[in-house]
């Protein structure tokens, strides 16, 4: 799988993004897909996953309610609707694949990483 991220930029707070991962692979539908996000002088946390079919998703307390995760494997990519943000939602934003585990909800389940998109919300 290669991941290839997008969708990130500056935003006001209570504004709304949409984050892309596009795998240029042809083996997308069997990983398992995922956010994390590192902010500045802090750990690369989990946000969102998805299982392979679509069938189940799984959010992160801080994002519930707020974020969606989604995943289009026809189109060989995974969203993350981020709507009511915050401004320490700020953060460079990774996604994840796991072909091992049913979702990658911690770094160390994660098999491949994308490259981040900066997402900056502002006050």
């Known amino acids: 799988v290669q991941l290839q991220a997008s969708g990130g930029g500056l935003v006001q707070a209570g504004g709304s993004l949409r984050l892309s991962c596009a795998d240029s692979?042809?083996?997308?539908?069997?990983?398992?897909m995922g956010w994390f996000r590192q902010a500045p002088g802090k750990e690369r946390e989990f946000v969102a996953a998805?299982?392979?079919?679509?069938?189940?998703?799984y959010y992160a307390d801080s994002v519930k309610g707020r974020f969606t995760i989604s995943r289009d494997n026809a189109m060989n990519t995974v969203y993350l609707q981020m709507n009511s943000l915050k401004v320490e939602d700020t953060a460079v934003y990774y996604c994840?694949?796991?072909?091992?585990?049913?979702?990658?909800?911690?770094?160390?389940?994660?098999?491949?990483w994308g490259q981040g998109t900066q997402v900056t919300v502002s006050s």
């Open positions: 998805i299982s392979r079919s679509a069938g189940r998703t």
């Open positions: 994840a694949a796991t072909i091992w585990n049913s979702a990658p909800l911690s770094a160390h389940q994660v098999d491949s």
């Open positions: 692979g042809r083996t997308f539908s069997t990983y398992a």
